[in-house]
């Protein structure tokens, strides 16, 4: 198998929004990451071709996809479920670079987690099978997707607080999976088995 020097990249923030814009999709990429993540840790697994039909409807695109950017989606994919099956817990929310404005950031931060809660819900798990904890993560993550972001301040307060909302969305994210997920990863569904 050849490799393609661009999926050495990891697929960040940056490169899925220039995806989103070549494609002229005006949808969150973090909310699609949050979207795919929310459905990882709840243990459900889909298909190449689901994976792609999911972007294609969140995306809003018309038009077919081209093999670069099926490799691209497919290694955002592959990345997000080996990030999150790590043991070194690399696993990070999809999201813009410090230098961005914080309102800006905090927005998307809202995003991500509305696509995770998207995602989790998507599982088909009953709330009753949900642990207090899991329960409770989930809460804090419809909370954090409700914030309005305006008036933030550039404070060095401000970006600390959000580093500690960056820093809980992580954690909570890897003990979601770990609570739904075997070690070795869950079994393989897909989509079509939750019709």
């Not at 490169?15 to 979207?35: A, T």
């Not at 093999?67 to 813009?96: I, M, N």
Request: aromatic share 10%; glycine share 6%; net charge negative.
């Amino acid at each position: 198998m050849t490799t393609n020097v661009s999926e050495l990249i990891p697929v960040g923030f940056d490169r899925l929004s220039s995806l989103f814009l070549e494609l002229r999709s005006y949808q969150s990429p973090s909310e699609l990451h949050g979207l795919l993540c929310g459905q990882c840790c709840a243990g459900f697994r889909l298909t190449r071709n689901d994976w792609l039909a999911m972007v294609v409807e969140h995306m809003a695109i018309s038009q077919p996809l081209e093999s670069d950017v099926k490799s691209t989606l497919f290694q955002l994919y592959d990345d997000t479920l080996a990030q999150l099956k790590s043991e070194y817990y690399y696993f990070q929310p999809l999201l813009p670079d410090d230098d961005e404005p914080l309102g800006q950031r905090a927005q998307v931060i809202g995003q991500w987690c509305q696509g995770f809660l998207g995602g989790y819900g998507l599982s088909g798990r009953a709330a009753d099978e949900l642990s207090e904890e899991a329960t409770s993560i989930l809460k804090d993550f419809a909370s954090i997707a409700q914030i309005a972001f305006d008036d933030l301040d550039e404070s060095e307060s401000s970006e600390k607080d959000f580093f500690e909302i960056c820093e809980y969305l992580r954690i909570a994210a890897l003990m979601l999976f770990g609570e739904h997920n075997e070690p070795d990863g869950a079994t393989e569904k897909s989509t079509a088995q939750l019709h």
